[in-house]
């Protein structure tokens, strides 16, 4: 910190200071008899701060000094309002670190909870057929080796708006769901520790409908790809992805931190699942929820900058 000269009142010391934080340089002032003496807190802004300084003596009084005063006070609320989230969040994460995964991360949760019933349903009893009549986008009759359903989705038209979410739960074989829970647990808990549970539960409706909706009109002909044949959480563990990574890339702020390695493994997934090498697979949910992920996560930021500017402004 160095002293960079002195100013004869304290409302010049407090206006120059306040054109000084929105210059985004860092000063203290505190009083000596009848002067202000003004200290820059970085000595590689000191330069530029005694330029500043003489500007200001010459004419204090000029609109740019007066205007300094709103953004500055717009400035210090901002870091008010983020100093209080931080310690909000470090609060809760310090006074629910010990209480079980259930308590802190419920709809996480309850996702995993939920599809592990089902699949225990669809691959250990009688409830096969009943289940995924319920659960499927859409119903569907099973005639020999003939499956047939209605493309223009008539079950939802018809009130079972729960369709456009709940072929979510399903899985079919048992790495199909360690996968999609594991996954579940890694993004789904970081996010709902980070921004709650509503937000989190939010963004699955939002991440799950489109996905379904693509892979049952695009999936492919064959009942296992398209149609109401599909299910399980990828969809929606690629959204949430696609959202913590623009959040990790775009957002320093946001505390979220996605892994180089993870994207590697993710994408590189994500393209090996095309090829069809590994089996029938969603691959038009991977796709459209992590589109859609990807989108959220970078009009959230948009959103959040345009904010800080028009408060700044």
Request: proline letters at 4%; a negative charge; aromatic letters at 12%.
């Amino acid at each position: 910190m160095r002293k960079i000269g002195t100013l004869p009142s304290e409302q010049q010391a407090k206006l120059f200071e306040d054109f000084l934080l929105t210059e985004e340089i860092g000063a203290n002032i505190d009083t000596s008899g009848d002067e202000w003496n003004i200290w820059i807190l970085d000595e590689d802004q000191v330069e530029q701060a005694k330029q500043e300084l003489a500007a200001f003596t010459e004419d204090p009084g000029a609109e740019k000094y007066q205007a300094a005063t709103r953004q500055a006070e717009a400035i210090r609320d901002e870091r008010i309002a983020q100093a209080r989230a931080a310690v909000k969040r470090q609060v809760k994460v310090r006074d629910t670190w010990n209480q079980p995964f259930t308590s802190r991360c419920p709809v996480t949760s309850l996702l995993i909870g939920i599809s592990v019933v089902v699949y225990l349903l669809l691959n250990f009893s009688e409830w096969n057929i009943p289940v995924r009549q319920a659960l499927s986008i859409c119903s569907f009759q099973v005639s020999g080796d003939m499956i047939r359903y209605d493309t223009r989705l008539l079950d939802i038209r018809q009130g079972e708006i729960w369709r456009l979410i709940t072929p979510i739960f399903m899985h079919f074989n048992f790495l199909h769901i360690l996968f999609d829970c594991f996954m579940t647990y890694q993004l789904g808990g970081a996010i709902e520790i980070n921004r709650g549970s509503t937000k989190l539960a939010l963004m699955v409706v939002l991440l799950a409908i489109p996905s379904n909706l693509a892979q049952f009109y695009w999936g492919g002909a064959h009942f296992s790809y398209g149609g109401p044949g599909f299910g399980g959480l990828s969809g929606v563990v690629y959204g949430l992805f696609g959202y913590m990574w623009m959040k990790s890339q775009y957002d320093p702020q946001s505390s979220f931190y996605v892994p180089p390695n993870m994207v590697i493994i993710l994408m590189a997934w994500f393209f090996i699942c095309m090829t069809g090498a590994v089996g029938n697979i969603a691959n038009m949910a991977h796709a459209f929820g992590l589109i859609t992920g990807i989108v959220i996560g970078l009009a959230s930021t948009w959103w959040r900058e345009a904010g800080k500017s028009n408060r700044t402004g």
